[in-house]
């Protein structure tokens, strides 16, 4: 399949900045909720989702845990410099890299790039019980647009992951064109977060409270949970005017055993809490099929690297499986691998020539004009993307990362 052209200029709207939520409501479930179903629109509370789901079908969630990415440095010579940990790069296996007590080199961007040029910046952490410890960063070349930047500590009981809990700061969103605050640490987080990896939280799921996941249990609807971490990528602005030549950005992914297996058997609908949780969904059907299109049927590549989803694959590949199918192929894989666990890196691309293939229904914040989320909602539901978010800004929702929340369901084959 061709992509056809796709003018950046027909996803535009007009987004005032007072329409940006800068800080979360103070008890995340109270947020609006935006009901489509199937062309018609209607206006409820993130606390009564429950009300809009179909008894028995799975909701999947992006359990992946925000990192304080942002490190500050300051030299000799008084010039600030900002450190962006966007991914490890040596080990690249995430755990690893977190769990490591001696050195790790993370693809970073740079604050300030060209007043460090070379040398090493150091900064002192004051630990616990009286202790402190030397950070030490150093430049080490580049990957793509991102610069490499190696890191070195003298206190070896603490892994990295305790480095950036000690030194760095929480990466809120560009937009809100504030510095972090102490709110930020606990409320750019989702209350099921547990994997450490994100530079950006995946904000659908920013309204759940423990009260409203206990809500949905009584209602039997299932919640599962896959990991995909959120790349600084996802701010990126499509600036091509023609959006097929964008160059997304990849992200890795983590999906059990137990969960492909028990998606191979599930058949209500799915419904996607986020734009994250629909690319790792989706990304699996198509990985699915290129796996099992390989000779040999390899979960990873020839450099013994988990499996990559490039850019247009999905459009390219033959939809021969169904998605129980396609879960069960991936399932059945990682078994003869004796493995519990799925990695994979995607950077599929949804686009409005995208038919999908897993997701039934669409939990989702609202997005930046002109950027690639809205056109994966606009994917989804079709040209009413208009109705809806014009609707969201007559009826005072709030937008973006830290604002109201929206349940898509799309109308049926045939249905104007």
Known sequence: MVVKQINIEDYDYSLPNERIAQYPMEQRSRSKLLVYREGRIDSSLFQDLSNELPEGCALIFNNTKVIQARIPFQKDTGANIE??????????????????????????????????????????????????????????????NAFLVSFTWDLPSLSFAEILDQSGIIPIPPYLNRKSEAIDEDRYQTVYSKIKGSVAAPTAGLHFTPEVLKDLTKKSIYSHEVTLHVGAGTFKPVKEVDARKHEMHTETLSVSLALLETLAHHT?????????????????????????????????????????????????????????????????????????????????????????????????????????????????????????????????????????????????????
């Not at 994250?276 to 699996?284: F, V």
């Not at 894989?333 to 890196?345: I, M, P, V, Y």
Request: aromatic content about 10%.
């Open 83 to 144: 450190i962006f940990c966007l991914e490890p790069q040596e080990p690249r296996d995430y755990v690893e890299a977190f769990q490591t007590h001696k050195e790790v080199t993370w693809q970073c961007m740079i604050g300030n790039a060209k007043k460090w040029k070379s040398g090493v910046l150091t900064k002192k952490l004051e630990v616990s019980q009286g202790k402190s410890c030397h950070l030490k960063a150093e430049r080490k070349g580049k990957a793509g």
């Open 268 to 416: 209500k609908p799915i419904v996607s809490v986020g734009t994250t949780s629909m690319r790792t969904l989706e990304s699996l059907y198509w990985l699915a099929h290129k796996t099992k299109s390989q000779a040999r049927q390899r979960l990873t590549d020839k450099d013994n690297q988990p499996v990559h989803l490039d850019q247009w694959e999905a459009y390219e590949l033959s939809p021969e499986l169904t998605r129980q199918e396609a879960f069960a192929f991936l399932a059945e894989q990682l078994k003869k691998k004796g493995s519990e666990t799925f990695h994979a890196r995607t950077q599929i691309m949804i686009t409005p020539d995208y038919t999908f293939r897993v997701v039934d229904g669409l939990i989702t914040n609202f997005h930046q004009p002109k950027s690639t989320l809205l056109l994966l909602v606009s994917a989804f539901i079709g040209d009413d993307w208009e109705k809806v978010y014009q609707f969201a800004m007559d009826n005072d929702f709030r937008f973006l990362s830290y604002g109201d929340s929206s349940i898509l369901w799309p109308k049926k084959k045939g249905q104007p």
